[in-house]
Each structure stands twice: as C-alpha cells, then as structure tokens.
C-alpha cells in the first residue's frame, strides 16, 4: 500500500505550478496569505506549499488538480 501511495504522489514545484494554474509567481504567494491591501487575492482553499528541501517547497499535485476543479465548477455555476 505505501509504495502504491508513494508513486501516486507528485510534486510540483513553483515554475510547474504556475505552468498549470496560469498564475504568477507574486499571483500564487498572494493566494497564500491575507493581504488588507488586497483582500481579494487570498484564497483560503488554495493548496498549501509543502517542505521539500533547506530552501525549497512544492506542491501536491493531485491538491493543485482538486482546486482547479473547485474553481472550474464554481465558474459554471455563475
């Protein structure tokens, strides 16, 4: 089970996030973190970035494709 697990999971790193959601760099970090400035850029359900290395963070790729889901089906029902 666990090696089943394991190569199910893939990571993404910035530039394939961003290749994949169409975002910014500044776009993805702003979607992360409360902003007063810009509170219309926060995005409580956007994927979290996990721990990868000393200076280097990536994301869950089936929680990236789960969002992008949300916001495709949340556009249709407009």
Same mark, same amino acid.
């Given at each position: 089970? =666990?090696?089943? /697990? !394991?190569?199910?999971?893939? +990571?993404?790193?910035?530039?394939?996030?961003?290749?994949?959601? %169409? #975002?910014?760099?500044? %776009?993805?970090? =702003? @979607? /992360?973190?409360?902003?007063?400035?810009?509170?219309?850029?926060?995005?409580?359900?956007?994927?979290?970035? +996990?721990? &990868?290395? =000393? @200076? !280097?963070? %990536?994301?869950?790729?089936?929680? &990236?494709? =789960?969002? #992008?889901? /949300? @916001? +495709?089906?949340?556009?249709?029902?407009?």
């Amino acid at each position: 089970m =666990a090696t089943k /697990l !394991a190569e199910s999971i893939r +990571i993404l790193r910035r530039k394939q996030l961003e290749e994949k959601t %169409g #975002l910014s760099r500044s %776009g993805i970090y =702003a @979607k /992360l973190k409360p902003n007063p400035k810009r509170p219309n850029d926060y995005d409580p359900t956007f994927p979290k970035p +996990i721990s &990868v290395g =000393a @200076k !280097a963070v %990536g994301w869950v790729e089936s929680e &990236v494709d =789960a969002w #992008l889901e /949300l @916001k +495709i089906k949340n556009s249709r029902e407009v």
